[in-house]
């Protein structure tokens, strides 16, 4: 599948579905968001799909005044 252009955040990046629905969609050359709690795992993926990381606890929603 083509995703060039088209830009995807993926939970629980680091292992398991998330890791490889990462990989896939890099093959398939979208940009990517990889988001999860094992920032050590999270790194190996990064480097193997060449993407952005964020370490990040989405569990509990918290609501922000702007």
Known sequence: MNFKGKTVLIT???CGTGRA???KFAQG???LALVDLDMN???DVKKEA???TINA???Q???KSV
């Open 61 to 63: 929603r918290r609501e």
């Open 50 to 52: 060449e993407t952005y």
């Open 12 to 14: 629980g990046a680091a």
């Open 41 to 43: 795992k999270l790194q």
């Open 29 to 31: 050359g979208a940009n």
């Open 57 to 59: 606890d989405i569990r």
């Open 21 to 23: 629905a990462a990989i």
